[in-house]
């Protein structure tokens, strides 16, 4: 069971859930945390009130035909980083132009006990579904990064996953990794989405595959493929160190970090089109767009 929202008739984004089937039933809460809130006040899961809305529902919807939009306002987005062995490559790859010769931060980030996690978007900053997604105007070298999201509340338990897009510059990060939140932070730099899938329908998220596709002039340049089970740590540990002497709202996503790069040689492109699939979530489609000097605040 997903969790979606969509722009209806009144031009409002109204809560949904989504049956295995595509078929979309409106649900009567204001956001996802009311469901959530509900669910434990009545001491039931979240898909069980889902599932007694759906029952008596008499409006039901094809996903097909409608406008989605961002499932949830995550006040903020984190990430972890160097979580997969193919990240900590292309960091490395970034940092010395290929000419590895001794032991990295990034090496050593990828054994050490304290995970890389970093603050990457506030609810602002964050897309959804068909929304482009921006270049920076001061960057050659751009690149998706496709990541499983972790929909958490303030405590840090998991409600869900959904689908992100941590969207990085790898010629900035590889400068010098102080340069971190300017290669990962800037206007519509993250994107979230299509739905929710709640944490009660998966029976092992380190099953989930994610599949990456970039498009150019309508043809496919890239596509890579990978499962979560590579991750190096837990999905546990990651929330654990994010929450640790942290205050963290109700419904903040944490992205796990990415396992799936595209070639040295490859930059993103104005008007290219990126694809991220995890299977029983979604597609999260979004354009790539340039950004042009004058929105960037420079004088
Ligand atoms: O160390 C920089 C960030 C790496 C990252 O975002 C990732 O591994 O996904
Ligand atoms: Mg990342």
């Not at 979606?4 to 204001?30: G, M």
């Not at 303030?154 to 939140?181: K, Q, T, W």
């Not at 800037?186 to 990456?212: R, T």
Request: with cysteine; charged share 25%.
């Amino acid at each position: 069971m997903r969790i979606i929202r969509y722009v209806n008739d009144q031009h409002q984004k109204q809560l949904a859930a989504v049956s295995n089937e595509h078929i979309v039933f409106d649900l009567p809460f204001p956001d996802f945390m009311s469901v959530v809130n509900y669910a434990r006040e009545k001491n039931q899961s979240v898909l069980q009130i889902v599932n007694d809305v759906i029952e008596t529902a008499k409006n039901e919807k094809l996903l097909e035909n409608l406008t989605l939009t961002t499932p949830i306002d995550a006040p903020e987005v984190w990430a972890a980083g160097v979580t997969y062995e193919k990240s900590k490559e292309a960091r490395n790859y970034e940092a010395t132009q290929g000419k590895l010769d001794s032991e990295t931060f990034y090496d050593k980030v990828y054994d050490a006990e304290r995970p890389e996690i970093f603050f990457k978007s506030t609810s602002a900053r964050t897309v959804g579904p068909n929304d482009p997604v921006y270049l920076r105007s001061d960057s050659n070298w751009q690149i998706p990064e496709p990541e499983l999201g972790l929909v958490i509340d303030g405590a840090g338990e998991v409600l869900g996953y959904i689908v992100g897009n941590d969207m990085s510059c790898r010629d900035i990060e590889g400068e010098n990794p102080l340069y971190l939140p300017q290669a990962k932070i800037w206007k519509n730099s993250c994107a979230i989405g299509p739905a929710i899938l709640l944490k009660d329908a998966v029976e092992d998220p380190y099953e989930l595959k994610i599949i990456c596709r970039i498009f150019r002039n309508d043809e496919k340049v890239f596509e890579g493929e990978a499962k979560v089970r590579q991750l190096k740590r837990s999905l546990d540990e990651l929330v654990h160190y994010l929450i640790r002497d942290n205050d963290i709202f109700d419904g903040t996503v944490l992205m796990t970090g990415t396992c799936i790069v595209p070639p040295n040689e490859f930059t993103l492109n104005d008007k290219d089109h990126i694809e991220i699939e995890i299977p029983r979530i979604g597609v999260l489609s979004n354009p790539v767009k340039s950004q042009s000097l004058s929105t960037t605040g420079v004088h």
